[in-house]
C-alpha cells in the first residue's frame, strides 16, 4: 500500500498546479458541449495521450463555476496504485477539497486494478464522477460491464484544424488577401506538424513524437498487456504510421517482422485500442467481410515526418486523406454516425468515406489532392456516381485540395469543395 502521506503530497501538489489554470485563455473544444452535468453518469473521456483529456475537464468545470477534487494516476509516485489504495485516495480527496465537493475528476485512473468499482461506489454515493484514459477497450470494457449504462463517453482527439487556427490566432472568416494566405499557410504547417496541444510551438518537434509514442507503446501497451517483445511491437507502429491510409496485410506484416499473424492482429488491436492508429472498416452488411481488409490511419499526421529515421517519400494527399477521416470521426461521434470505406471488388475503385446513419449510407466522400488532369477528374468522380447507384446515396462530395464547384454528372451532384474550406466552414 501506498502511505498516506505520499498520496496527500501528490495531490496536494496537482491542486496547486490547478490554480494557476486559466481556462479563458484555452482553446474551445466543440466536444465540451458533450459534458452531461446533473446526471448521476459518470463522464468518461477518452482518446490519444497528450490531446487534452484532463485539459478539457478542467475547462468545463471551472467554466461552470462548480468545485471538483482532482487526482490525476498517472504520477511515478502512484505507479504501485492498489483497489485498497482509492478509499485513502478519496480520504486526501476530502481533506483538500472539503467533504462536500460535489464532483471528482480521475485522470489516467485505468491501471489501477478494479477502478471501476470505485467509480460505481462514488457514483452510489451521488458524486459526480469524471473519468479520463487512453485505452478505449479498457474504459469501454469495464464501464460497459460494470456500470451497465451509466456512463456518458466521449471521444477526444488532437486539435482539428479550427481549433488549431484557433490556437495560433489564424482568421478563419477573413475574405482578405492577407488573411486567405494566413490560413493557407497554416494548413501546411496542420498538414505537416498535426494538432496535439503541447506541440504547438515547440522547435524540437521530433522529440516530442518519439516521446509520444513511446510512452504509448510502454506505459499504454506494454504495461497493459505484459508485452514482452517491445521492439517488434515498436517496428509495427512505424510501420503501420508510415503506411497509413492503406489496407492492412497481416499475413505481409507477419513475414516482415518474423511473428506470427495472430500475434500482429493482437499488436494492431492493442495500437487501435491505444489511439494511436484508427482502423476503417469495409463497408457491407457482411460482418465478414467488415472484419476482413481493414484500412489504418493514424491519430495525427504530426507522427508521420517528426521521427527519427522517418525515411518515407511525402504524400500529401494521404496526409489530406488521413486528416479528413479524423475529422471524420470528430462529427460522426457527436452526430452519432458511423463511417466505412466502399470497395464492391478487389480491383473496382473505393470509395474513400461513407458516413452512415444506422444502416443508411448519408453522405459518400471522396479525397484526392488534385482533379487538375481529365484522368483523375474522370476518376474521382465516376467512383462517386457509380457508388451513388450502388449505395441509394445522392449526397456526394469530393474535397480537393483548392478547389470548389458543383458539378452534375449523370443526373447527379458532386459537391467539390478544398479541404480548407470544408474544415472550417463545416466544424
Known amino acids: 500500500m501506498i502511505e498516506e502521506k505520499i498520496i496527500l503530497q501528490v495531490l496536494a501538489e496537482q491542486q496547486e498546479e490547478i490554480k494557476s489554470y486559466k481556462p479563458q485563455k484555452w482553446v474551445a473544444r466543440k466536444e465540451e ?11 468518461v473521456v477518452i482518446g490519444v495521450r497528450r490531446s487534452g483529456k484532463s ?5 468545463v468545470l471551472q467554466e461552470r463555476g462548480v468545485k471538483y477534487g482532482y487526482v490525476n494516476f498517472d504520477d511515478d509516485r502512484l505507479a504501485d496504485m492498489k483497489t485498497e489504495d482509492l478509499n485513502t485516495v478519496l480520504s486526501c480527496v476530502y481533506q483538500l477539497y472539503g467533504t462536500d465537493v460535489p464532483y471528482l475528476v480521475l485522470d489516467e485512473i485505468q491501471d489501477v486494478d478494479g ?19 487512453s485505452n478505449a477497450k479498457l474504459l469501454s470494457g469495464e464501464l460497459a460491464t460494470h456500470l451497465t449504462g451509466r456512463y456518458n463517453e466521449i471521444h477526444l482527439y488532437p486539435f482539428s484544424f479550427s ?12 475574405i482578405t488577401t492577407k488573411a486567405d494566405a494566413e490560413r493557407k499557410r497554416a494548413f501546411m504547417d496542420y498538414i505537416h506538424d498535426g ?30 498487456f505484459n508485452i514482452r517483445n517491445v521492439e517488434s511491437l515498436r517496428k509495427l507502429s512505424h510501420y503501420l504510421i508510415n503506411n497509413a491510409c492503406q489496407e492492412v ?9 518474423g511473428i506470427a499473424d495472430k500475434t500482429v492482429k493482437k499488436y494492431v488491436d492493442y495500437l487501435s485500442q491505444a489511439f494511436l492508429v484508427q482502423l476503417l472498416t469495409r463497408h457491407s452488411f457482411k460482418s465478414k467481410e467488415r472484419i476482413r481488409n481493414q484500412k489504418v490511419y493514424i491519430v495525427d499526421t504530426g507522427m508521420q515526418g517528426n521521427r527519427e529515421n522517418a525515411l518515407m517519400p511525402e ?6 486523406e488521413n486528416i479528413v477521416f479524423i475529422e471524420l470521426l470528430r462529427r460522426c461521434a457527436y452526430n452519432f ?18 458516413v452512415c446513419d444506422q444502416n443508411k449510407a448519408v453522405e459518400l466522400i471522396q479525397v484526392s489532392y488534385e482533379i487538375d488532369s481529365p484522368k483523375a477528374y474522370e476518376r474521382e468522380t465516376s467512383s462517386l456516381v457509380k457508388a451513388s447507384d450502388a449505395l441509394s446515396c445522392s449526397h456526394l462530395t469530393l474535397i480537393t485540395f483548392s478547389q470548389t464547384r458543383d458539378v452534375e454528372i449523370d443526373g447527379k451532384t458532386i459537391h467539390i469543395i478544398s479541404a480548407l474550406e470544408w474544415l472550417t466552414i463545416r466544424s
Open 163 to 174: 481549433e488549431y487556427c484557433q490556437y495560433h490566432q489564424i482568421d478563419i472568416q477573413g
Open 337 to 354: 454516425m458511423d463511417v466505412y470505406y466502399h470497395k464492391p471488388a478487389p480491383r473496382a475503385k473505393e470509395i474513400d468515406f461513407v
Open 315 to 320: 504524400n500529401i494527399g494521404w496526409r489530406l
Open 115 to 133: 477502478w471501476y468499482l470505485f467509480v460505481n461506489r462514488m457514483l452510489r454515493t451521488n458524486l459526480h464522477i469524471f473519468v479520463t484514459g
Open 55 to 59: 485539459t478539457l475537464c478542467h475547462k
Open 33 to 43: 458541449s458533450l459534458f452531461e452535468f446533473d446526471t448521476t453518469m459518470a463522464q
Open 195 to 224: 494538432g496535439f496541444p503541447e506541440m504547438q510551438g515547440l522547435r524540437n518537434k521530433r522529440a516530442y513524437v518519439q516521446s509520444l509514442i513511446e510512452a504509448i507503446l510502454r506505459k499504454d501497451i506494454k504495461k497493459r
Open 249 to 257: 496485410n497481416y499475413d505481409e506484416l507477419s513475414q516482415l517482422l
